[in-house]
């Protein structure tokens, strides 16, 4: 294969947003309402976060690409701290992602601290880093110490999570549509949509669990992501698949979950 189809293909593969969306970090990264009467599942009980350890396989048609860990900590009384991790390779390409984020969560409203972005692997290496100032009402990029011109407000997240509001959301409501701002990996205040579409039962390499699934609401855009959360496993992500002009781009199963 010459070096051009090869170089496409990889641009394919990790070129997806399905890396910042695990936070989302998506990973979601944990980002999430309790399951309508008609889903014919229990509502859930108003509760807090809970530490955990996930382990999943990224996959592309069928082929394994890599693997992604998960993991949330509690750290103090109050403050959580959000690590996701993507690991892909294909040949001699690769490309790694880590997300973390550090907030606190006051009257169901996750508040950020700290957020990082580090990306190395093939290609040209990223990364970025805020600090969220709460008395000061300021968002500051610790590259240049300077604050970013993006106005302060509640809930005040980045893109992972950004994943544990909607986590929140789903286990204390039922609304069908969220609407979300959260700072992207550039330090950008982006808008996120997404709508509740049923219940269904997914059989993973974890095993069989039924989960909510989640879409995102994209306007003129041919790429799709969806999300699928698990209510036996307190809401985390199990599966996350994304497509463009109707093709696979990537898909994450959950392997191996363990709560702490």
């Known amino acids: 294969m010459s070096a051009k189809p090869l170089a496409m293909m990889v641009k394919k593969i990790t070129g997806v947003t399905v890396m910042s969306a695990l936070a989302l970090s998506l990973w979601f990264s944990n980002v999430t309402p309790a399951l309508a009467a008609a889903d014919n599942e229990p509502a859930a009980d108003a509760q807090t976060l809970q530490a955990f350890h996930a382990s999943y396989r990224v996959t592309r048609g069928g082929s394994e690409y890599g693997d992604a860990q998960r993991e949330l900590q509690r750290q103090g009384k109050e403050l959580w701290r959000y690590r996701t991790l993507t690991d892909i390779s294909w040949f001699i390409l690769s490309d790694k992602r880590e997300f973390t984020s550090s907030f606190v969560v006051r009257d169901g409203a996750v508040i950020n601290r700290e957020f990082a972005y580090k990306r190395t692997g093939t290609g040209s290496d990223k990364a970025f880093s805020a600090r969220f100032d709460e008395q000061q009402q300021q968002i500051i990029n610790l590259a240049d110490q300077q604050p970013l011109d993006i106005p302060w407000q509640v809930p005040m997240m980045d893109e992972s999570s950004m994943l544990h509001q909607l986590k929140l959301d789903l286990l204390n409501g039922e609304q069908q549509r969220f609407e979300y701002q959260a700072i992207d990996d550039k330090g950008r205040l982006d808008h996120f949509t997404f709508v509740r579409d049923g219940v269904e039962n997914l059989n993973l390499p974890y095993g069989k669990v039924d989960a909510i699934l989640i879409k995102r609401i994209r306007e003129n855009s041919s790429r ?37």
């Open 224 to 260: 799709e992501t969806h999300y699928w959360f698990a209510p036996s496993l307190n809401y985390v992500l199990v599966k996350l698949r994304q497509w463009k002009d109707g093709d696979e781009q990537a898909t994450l199963e959950l392997v191996d979950y363990q709560q702490q």
